[in-house]
């Protein structure tokens, strides 16, 4: 599995139901996000990457987050993920230093305000999760979420 970013944001939503998953990412794209992480935390996240991946085919990439487990990595990529986040799960395994030619894609307090650092800072993309998706995934104001999708993509956009 080869992962290619689409743009340089990659909207992570992580949500309490499965009920909003599908207005949300469309919200998204169609503000202009092209990479999509669905964490595997969230109810029915199979069925959502397997019905993004059919819904916007490959101009968009979708893959899975919260990867803990090597079934979790199986069933991901049978539902057709294209790239996967992981925690780190081997505490024993030593810590490398980054090098020069490993693509690295910020999460974690990533908004519209700080996201041109990153990519200026040499990121290939911003991991956006929070700060986008708010309680969108809970039915919050799909308009509000479609004021930040569009922020932060002229955020990036320099």
Avoid: C, Q
């Amino acid at each position: 599995m080869s992962f290619s970013v689409v743009g340089s944001v990659v909207a992570i939503l992580r949500g309490r139901r499965a009920g909003y998953l599908d207005a949300v990412l469309d919200v998204v794209v169609e503000a202009g996000i092209r990479s999509l992480e669905i964490t595997l935390d969230t109810p029915g996240a199979l069925d959502a990457i397997r019905r993004a991946g059919s819904r916007y085919g490959p101009e968009v990439t979708v893959g899975a987050g919260t990867v803990r487990t090597v079934s979790d990595v199986d069933a991901a990529v049978d539902a057709g993920a294209r790239f996967l986040v992981s925690p780190h799960t081997d505490p024993a395994r030593d810590i490398r230093e980054p090098l020069s030619d490993i693509p690295i894609v910020p999460t974690g307090g990533v908004s519209a305000e700080n996201a041109a650092e990153w990519l200026a800072a040499g990121a290939v993309a911003v991991g956006v999760g929070g700060s986008l998706i708010g309680d969108a995934l809970d039915g919050g104001d799909l308009g509000a979420l479609s004021a930040r999708a569009t922020a932060i993509m002229k955020a990036v956009a320099g």
